[in-house]
């Protein structure tokens, strides 16, 4: 959904310090102790699901920083297809990151969950899952606000 005379938003962080912060700890103790690598891969694909143009031209950017290759982040809307590009790990990190966003539309599957489960730690998926939540979080926030991508 496209809209190109949207109006004036607030600015988030400005109108709702508080919260702003908040989340910032949040996701700040997500990330905690998981591959950052594997952070970006999941914040790419939330943001695609949730069709968050801003979330999505930031986490890209910040994955080609980190020195992820063009070709594998070109490949993460369809990892399914192109499962060779990414590590079994990373496949059930992006599996319970497609569940956990669409979650309105089939909850989160038992074989999905148990996926994931096998291949994280018990306090990595946990940080795995606040890491998703967080992701969500943000997308919604910038579509709410109409943030544009590469802006401030």
Avoid at 47 to 64: E, F, I, V, W
Avoid at 134 to 142: H, K, M, V
Wanted: with cysteine; charged share 20%.
């Amino acid at each position: 959904m496209t809209n190109t005379d949207t109006v004036s938003r607030l600015d988030f962080a400005q109108a709702a310090p508080k919260a702003f912060k908040a989340l910032i700890g949040f996701d700040t103790a997500a990330r905690e102790g998981l591959d950052p690598t594997l952070v970006e891969l999941v914040q790419i694909r939330s943001s695609q699901l949730n069709g968050c143009a801003y979330c999505l031209h930031m986490h890209t950017r910040d994955a080609r920083k980190a020195g992820e290759s063009e070709e594998r982040l070109h490949m993460v809307a369809v990892w399914e297809d192109a499962a060779h590009f990414f590590t079994e790990r990373e496949r059930a990190a992006l599996a319970l990151t497609e569940a956990v966003t669409l979650v309105a539309s089939s909850g989160v599957p038992d074989d999905v969950y148990a996926r994931a489960a096998a291949h994280f730690a018990q306090e990595e998926l946990a940080r795995l899952l606040a890491l998703i939540l967080t992701i969500n979080t943000w997308n919604r926030i910038a579509l709410s606000t109409a943030k544009i991508p590469g802006a401030a």
